[in-house]
């Protein structure tokens, strides 16, 4: 979970920033309005460039961004015999996935989760929690690795920002058309610059959009998982990624959270039926009935 939200967070901060920014620079060249209306093919152009670069900048950032926000801490030197034998099972499941050896770091939190980002397959991140490692077993440690190493062998961050560049690039432009509309129809502005309307508007139009947008990349986290399940399966064995799921169900199965977060719980149990497009990851019963069902 702390790989998607991590990126989802960055990338509306960045878009957000850039895109107040690039409203003065949007007047300026004339994209914004003309006196006729709207100029949508220089608008979509720019949205383009703006939406991607917002994507692929958060991307480059997650690994920064992880690191200060966890607190990890890369092993460049194993200390004891536990960090000896999570580098050396990274090693191993990237050698069997076909990617470069990732950073493998560790960070203090007594929750028991794992996560995998990065801009490149090569040069990706993989990062444990103390928690982690004081409760799950060997074997059920293994699957986990295994699963994050999936997600980077299978290129998921790259993925996620394209698709992220995509609706980024729908949100710019429809926020705008948006604006437009409340400036000259509801406000019924004739200036030949925009108003103050029309960029209220066009913000809030934005926020509301990227939520909306939000929905379908935490859609896209679902399918992914389900993939990366099955990839931990087979780098580790599919009795232990059931093991190492079922591990979490009954150690998270207890808590109760809030029904404002229990979307976002690693359990993925949705606090009600519109809450359920929020969660990052499928409920856990899913996934292990996943595995237990494939062939």
């Given at each position: 979970m702390k790989r998607v939200m991590l990126f989802v967070l960055t990338n509306i901060a960045v878009l957000l920033v850039l895109s107040v920014s690039a409203n003065i620079l949007l007047n300026v060249l004339g994209v914004q309005q003309l006196p006729g209306g709207l100029n949508l093919t220089a608008l979509l152009i720019f949205a383009a460039v703006l939406g991607f670069g917002g994507s692929f900048i958060s991307l480059a950032m997650s690994k920064w961004l992880a690191k200060r926000m966890t607190g990890a801490t890369v092993i460049d030197q194993p200390r004891n015999s536990t960090e000896q034998w999570l580098v050396e099972t990274v090693r191993h499941h990237a050698r069997q996935a076909g990617i470069g050896m990732p950073e493998v770091a560790v960070y203090d939190a007594p929750d028991v989760n794992a996560f995998a980002t990065g801009m490149k397959r090569d040069h990706a991140m993989v990062a444990v929690s103390t928690g982690l490692l004081q409760t799950m077993n060997k074997d059920e440690a293994e699957a986990v690795l295994g699963h994050e190493i999936t997600h980077v062998a299978n290129g998921d961050m790259i993925t996620l920002a394209l698709l992220q560049g995509v609706l980024n690039t729908f949100v710019i432009v429809l926020s705008r058309v948006v604006g437009y509309f409340v400036d000259r129809v509801l406000l019924k502005s004739d200036r030949d610059s925009v108003g103050i309307g029309y960029f209220v508007s066009t913000i809030v139009a934005q926020i509301v959009l990227g939520i909306l947008a939000s929905m379908i990349v935490m859609w896209f986290s679902r399918r992914r998982e389900f993939r990366a399940d099955a990839g931990g399966a087979k780098l580790a064995g599919r009795?232990?990624?059931?093991?190492?799921?079922?591990?979490?169900?009954?150690?998270?199965?207890?808590?109760?959270?809030?029904?404002?977060?229990a979307a976002f719980g690693i359990t993925g149990k949705p606090g009600g039926g519109?809450?359920?497009?929020?969660m990052s990851h499928p409920p856990l019963e899913e996934r292990i009935a996943a595995l237990k069902q494939a062939p």
């Amino acid at each position: 979970m702390k790989r998607v939200m991590l990126f989802v967070l960055t990338n509306i901060a960045v878009l957000l920033v850039l895109s107040v920014s690039a409203n003065i620079l949007l007047n300026v060249l004339g994209v914004q309005q003309l006196p006729g209306g709207l100029n949508l093919t220089a608008l979509l152009i720019f949205a383009a460039v703006l939406g991607f670069g917002g994507s692929f900048i958060s991307l480059a950032m997650s690994k920064w961004l992880a690191k200060r926000m966890t607190g990890a801490t890369v092993i460049d030197q194993p200390r004891n015999s536990t960090e000896q034998w999570l580098v050396e099972t990274v090693r191993h499941h990237a050698r069997q996935a076909g990617i470069g050896m990732p950073e493998v770091a560790v960070y203090d939190a007594p929750d028991v989760n794992a996560f995998a980002t990065g801009m490149k397959r090569d040069h990706a991140m993989v990062a444990v929690s103390t928690g982690l490692l004081q409760t799950m077993n060997k074997d059920e440690a293994e699957a986990v690795l295994g699963h994050e190493i999936t997600h980077v062998a299978n290129g998921d961050m790259i993925t996620l920002a394209l698709l992220q560049g995509v609706l980024n690039t729908f949100v710019i432009v429809l926020s705008r058309v948006v604006g437009y509309f409340v400036d000259r129809v509801l406000l019924k502005s004739d200036r030949d610059s925009v108003g103050i309307g029309y960029f209220v508007s066009t913000i809030v139009a934005q926020i509301v959009l990227g939520i909306l947008a939000s929905m379908i990349v935490m859609w896209f986290s679902r399918r992914r998982e389900f993939r990366a399940d099955a990839g931990g399966a087979k780098l580790a064995g599919r009795e232990k990624m059931i093991s190492a799921l079922e591990r979490l169900k009954a150690l998270h199965e207890p808590t109760q959270l809030p029904n404002q977060m229990a979307a976002f719980g690693i359990t993925g149990k949705p606090g009600g039926g519109f809450m359920r497009l929020f969660m990052s990851h499928p409920p856990l019963e899913e996934r292990i009935a996943a595995l237990k069902q494939a062939p």
